[in-house]
């Protein structure tokens, strides 16, 4: 062996080394919240990868190497303090007037639309103006939603006192809780009323849909302050996938809605008395 080899060896090795090293060490892992809210995350805390949350983290996993998403099991309660703990890093379908107001992060608009619709029994005399007033009525409601209708108040007394709600964790407990009339009304996830007739084709003809909307989901991505990725890498990120046609394959089989994005990376900061 040569010694210009035996020299030039130990220099080739490192140089080795360092490309075969970079790339994992250039990758930051982020934690994204997986709490249950059907079509979008279902029950995550099983193991089971199923929802549009992780066909998302899919996606941007493999649109990019500088950042491995990855899913932590959450719930909806729970969600607040694994964000302020840091147990997550980044809430991911989320809008800020839901509980979040008084909590440090970033807003990433995603540029996604679903609604929140009401649902009762068909009857032959019964109208669209049936939705019109909620006065009297037992409904059938989501355990830790935040309704318009209640003022985005999720308490389940408050609710139960004064509304007559029912609260569970299953859209599909609370349309059946509407078809054998033990509710009058439920509100659901127009995404996952779309899927649950799909499901359950012979229910339709037995359902009335409202063409009232209790809300429209503007859906945001909230990040908190020392996440190892920010808003602005996060939207330029979502707009990858949707050059790519991605966030359309995803999304637009459950008719929710791809529609333009405001600027990405807005702070919100919970306002101090002074």
């Given at each position: 062996m040569s010694s210009s080899f035996r020299t030039a060896s130990p220099?080739?090795?490192?140089?080795?080394?360092?490309?075969?090293?970079?790339?994992?060490?250039?990758?930051?892992?982020?934690?994204?919240?997986?709490?249950?809210?059907?079509?979008?995350?279902?029950?995550?805390?099983?193991?089971?990868?199923?929802?549009?949350?992780?066909?998302?983290?899919?996606?941007?996993?493999?649109?990019?190497?500088?950042?491995?998403f990855?899913?932590?099991p959450t719930s909806i309660p729970r969600r607040f303090g694994d964000f302020k703990q840091a147990r997550v890093d980044m809430a991911i379908f989320e809008n800020p007037d839901w509980g979040w107001k008084d909590i440090p992060h970033t807003n990433v608009d995603m540029g996604l639309e679903d609604a929140e619709?009401?649902?009762?029994?068909?009857?032959?005399?019964?109208?669209?103006?049936?939705?019109?007033?909620?006065?009297?009525?037992?409904?059938a409601l989501f355990s830790g939603y935040h309704y318009e209708f209640a003022n985005f108040n999720a308490d389940p007394k408050f609710l139960a006192q004064n509304f007559?709600?029912?609260?569970?964790?299953?859209?599909?407990?609370?349309?059946?809780?509407?078809?054998?009339g033990r509710a009058d009304i439920a509100l659901v996830t127009r995404s996952y009323l779309f899927d649950y007739l799909l499901r359950?084709?012979?229910?339709?003809?037995?359902?009335?849909?409202?063409q009232r909307t209790d809300q429209i989901y503007h859906h945001y991505a909230l990040i908190r302050p020392q996440a190892p990725i920010t808003g602005e890498a996060f939207g330029k990120?979502?707009?990858?996938?949707?050059?790519?046609?991605?966030?359309?394959?995803?999304?637009?089989?459950?008719?929710?809605?791809?529609?333009p994005v405001s600027a990405p990376g807005t702070a919100s900061v919970p306002q101090v008395a002074k």
């Open positions: 220099l080739l090795l490192a140089i080795l080394s360092v490309l075969w090293v970079s790339p994992s060490l250039a990758t930051q892992e982020v934690r994204v919240g997986a709490a249950h809210f059907p079509p979008y995350t279902v029950r995550p805390e099983s193991g089971a990868d199923t929802g549009l949350l992780p066909e998302l983290v899919d996606a941007l996993n493999a649109l990019q190497t500088d950042y491995k990855v899913l932590v619709i009401f649902v009762a029994q068909q009857e032959p005399d019964r109208q669209q103006n049936y939705f019109d007033d909620l006065k009297g009525k037992r409904l007559n709600a029912t609260l569970t964790y299953s859209h599909d407990s609370n349309l059946l809780m509407v078809l054998r359950n084709e012979k229910v339709a003809g037995q359902l009335l849909v409202s990120l979502l707009q990858g996938l949707r050059d790519n046609g991605q966030m359309l394959k995803i999304f637009d089989p459950y008719k929710i809605a791809v529609v």
